[in-house]
């Protein structure tokens, strides 16, 4: 192919993925109170809102996250269909369990925010101004913070489909993953003493987890790397 007809192929699944996007959009907006209904059944307070645009937020925020979670498959297949002619036989069987994998795992950190990481949150953060305040969450402020609980646990949760493609094309290996684990270890602690409550039961909750993914990467990248040097040894002896 040439470099124009590389453009148009990359222009073409582009335009399908923005299609899949607002097709999902449009899904989403049309079940959007059904949704948040059932986003908020278990609240004990009643959301308020201070003017009309509050509830065309909200509704537009909710309709994109389905939308964007839904889209995911579909972004990776395009992904996957452009870059098929490069791939060999076996790297497209191998490549193609990343479309089911990267969907499960972002939907997978939605509900490890959304049912583990939120709820102690947002009890600890009510606890420190029990019967101080008079309690009233507006829907915007809330479901905001519903967003900063959840989507960076579905993005960090893709941490071994990342390593696992990094792996692949060459530029990591377990080894090296190994060697900076004490500092990943750090960092990982780090984000989950940030993200919960100053608590030692909600920092272990959260960091195991996190830690966890990481000795999972290590393991996905060894696999692949054996595979991949296996590979590389038996085309050496055919030559």
């Known amino acids: 192919m040439t470099l124009v007809e590389h453009l148009e192929e990359l222009r073409k699944r582009v ?139 579905a993005i960090l949760f893709e941490l071994p489909i990342i390593v696992m493609f990094l792996t692949s094309i060459g530029i990591i290996n377990p080894y090296a993953l190994q060697k900076v684990r004490k500092y990943a270890y750090f960092v990982l602690v780090i984000i989950a003493v940030t993200i919960t409550p100053p608590d030692f039961i909600s920092d272990f909750l959260v960091t195991i987890p996190l830690l966890l993914l990481y000795e999972v990467s290590i393991s996905i990248s060894k696999f692949v790397y054996k595979r991949k040097e296996k590979q590389l040894e038996q085309e050496a002896s055919s030559e």
């Open 15 to 153: 335009f399908i993925v923005v299609g899949a996007l607002i097709l999902f959009f449009i899904v989403g907006f049309i079940f959007v109170q059904d949704l948040y209904r059932w986003l908020i059944a278990d609240l004990d307070v009643k959301l308020t809102i201070l003017g009309p645009t509050d509830i065309l937020w909200v509704y537009v925020m909710l309709a994109g996250v389905f939308a964007i979670t839904m889209t995911i498959p579909v972004f990776v297949w395009q992904v996957w269909m452009f870059v098929k002619p490069a791939l060999t036989p076996r790297e497209r069987k191998v490549t193609l369990s990343y479309i089911p994998a990267t969907f499960l795992l972002f939907v997978l950190g939605l509900c490890f925010g959304y049912f583990v990481v939120l709820p102690m949150v947002f009890h600890f953060l009510m606890s420190l101004g029990e019967d101080l305040f008079a309690t009233m969450f507006t829907t915007e402020k809330y479901f905001r913070f519903i967003l900063n609980m959840t989507i960076p646990f």
